[in-house]
């Protein structure tokens, strides 16, 4: 099974500042990698699907990239409602989808 | 719009049983793989199984392959999760989710999520 390695674990940022979380897997996933936002109480809300495209609706602050084993979600000018976890999974060829373990951004 | 609703949680003791529901409507359900991921408390995500399109295509996560079992009605538009041998380690918040894998034709939507609690 493939393995998803997530850093860091949580970070602290504040208003403005560019947030980077990086997503490592165990073997080639091409771009089949996945970002969630999950905030407290609530189901996950997609992100970035395909390793770099924007799902629909989401603010052009989030971006994602990388393709293989490397992958980076990247958050550019940090805003409140940001504060969230967040997590990667990818999808590629067979199940298991194994998700990361997650990062927590805190306010600073 | 697409909807997603979760049943059949509760407290249940050590190697008991219980069968998770997932209602769904707002789209072509005989048309789209269906996922189960659950969270334990303070926890992060798992994923826990997938039943293709017409449930000829099964997958589990190792943690529950020979204890859960997936399935589907697309006669009823509904998933379930029958979950046998349950352990604390099963205790989660069990979300039913169509989540983009192959195409983002696919989509994102989740279930409200519901709560399984294993304690004797």
């Known amino acids: 099974d493939i393995q998803m390695t997530q850093s860091p674990s949580s970070l602290s940022a504040s208003v403005g500042d560019r947030v980077t979380i990086t997503c490592r897997a165990s073997q080639d996933i091409k771009n089949f990698l996945n970002w969630y936002q999950q905030k407290p109480g609530r189901a996950p809300k997609l992100l970035i699907y395909a390793a770099s495209a924007l799902h629909s609706g989401v603010p052009s602050r989030f971006s994602g990239s990388g393709s293989g084993t490397e992958f980076t979600l990247t958050i550019t000018s940090l805003q409140p409602e940001d504060f969230a976890s967040y997590y990667c999974?990818?999808?590629?060829?067979?199940?298991?989808?194994?998700f990361g373990q997650g990062t927590k951004v805190e306010i600073k | 719009q697409v909807r997603l609703v979760e049943s059949g949680g509760g407290v249940v003791q050590p190697g008991r049983s219980l069968r998770l529901s997932c209602s769904a409507s707002?789209?072509?359900?005989?048309?789209?793989?269906l996922h189960w991921i659950r969270q334990a408390p303070g926890k992060g995500l798992e994923w826990v199984a997938v039943a293709s399109y017409d449930g000829s295509n099964i997958h589990y996560a190792d943690s529950v392959k020979g204890r859960f079992i997936i399935s589907r009605d697309n006669a009823k538009n509904t998933l379930f999760l029958q979950m046998n041998d349950l352990t604390l380690d099963d205790t989660a918040i069990y979300y039913c989710a169509r989540i983009i894998a192959m195409t983002p034709a696919e989509g994102d939507y989740w279930g409200q999520g519901t709560l399984v609690i294993v304690s004797s």
């Open positions: 999974q990818h999808t590629y060829s067979t199940p298991p989808y194994t």
């Open positions: 707002g789209f072509a359900f005989r048309s789209y793989a």
